[in-house]
């Protein structure tokens, strides 16, 4: 079985501070990560994944996140963020060595970035 | 189109009637899925197509819903007898084959249930 936790359900963050949204998982192999980010009443964009190799990936609109497989996390990161970063965040991992093909999300985590 | 399209965009309906869905995937997306969004939730995983076949239905809830793609592209999820607990949005999504790739979302079909 794979699974997601977000576990927090809103992140407020000053505009131009560093943002953080966490995520662990759980998956009996190894995981495929991604970040999605939803606005209101539209579909879910993608915004980075983790297949293999380096542990810090680097995705749209300078967004990061830092693969920790010790600690099974996959957190979301960026430096600086901005008013309109404000969304819907979502976490989902796939299991390579599993049968399953679709992806698992957690529960999401509003982000607000504060003026 | 250049992404995955859901039709309707809303959809009100009373309780009990039949309700069909319809994705149009990514030109060239063999795979295919659809999820359920209630609010204040992640999307939750309810069928995938690889091709025409339903590789994994095990997200469906009850044999109220069924889905098809009968040409290998575009597909409709169907609810029978609608229940005012299936009211959600209905994600679609597609990706380019069996691989890693990230899955390309629709903007939702919103049902309600009356």
């Known amino acids: 079985a794979q699974s997601v936790a977000q576990p927090e359900d809103q992140v407020n963050v000053a505009e131009g501070n560093p943002l953080t949204v966490k995520c662990t998982y759980s998956?009996?192999?190894?995981?495929?990560l991604f970040w999605y980010v939803q606005y209101p009443n539209r579909g879910l964009q993608f915004l980075l994944k983790y297949i293999t190799g380096d542990n810090l990936v680097k995705g749209s609109y300078g967004f990061e996140a830092e693969f920790n497989k010790s600690q099974t996390s996959f957190h979301l990161k960026k430096p600086s963020a901005l008013v309109s970063d404000s969304a819907l965040y979502f976490c989902?991992?796939?299991?390579?060595?599993?049968?399953?093909?679709?992806?698992?999300f957690g529960s999401g985590t509003q982000l607000t970035v504060l003026p | 189109g250049a992404g995955v399209s859901q039709t309707p965009s809303n959809k009100v309906t009373e309780k009990g009637k039949y309700v069909e869905l319809r994705c149009d995937p990514i030109?060239?997306?063999?795979?295919l899925y659809w999820y359920r969004q209630s609010l204040g939730q992640g999307p939750e995983f309810l069928i995938y197509f690889q091709g025409t076949g339903a590789a994994d239905d095990s997200g469906l809830p009850n044999d109220r819903f069924f889905a098809v793609r009968p040409e290998g592209s575009v597909s409709t999820l169907k609810i029978q007898r609608t229940e005012r607990g299936d009211s959600a949005v209905y994600l679609c999504?597609?990706?380019?084959?069996?691989?890693?790739?990230?899955?390309?979302f629709g903007e939702g079909s919103r049902l309600t249930v009356l």
């Open positions: 030109s060239g997306h063999t795979a």
């Open positions: 989902a991992v796939r299991d390579y060595q599993g049968s399953a093909r679709q992806l698992t």
């Open positions: 999504a597609s990706s380019a084959g069996q691989g890693p790739g990230e899955l390309f």
């Open positions: 998956v009996s192999g190894n995981p495929y």
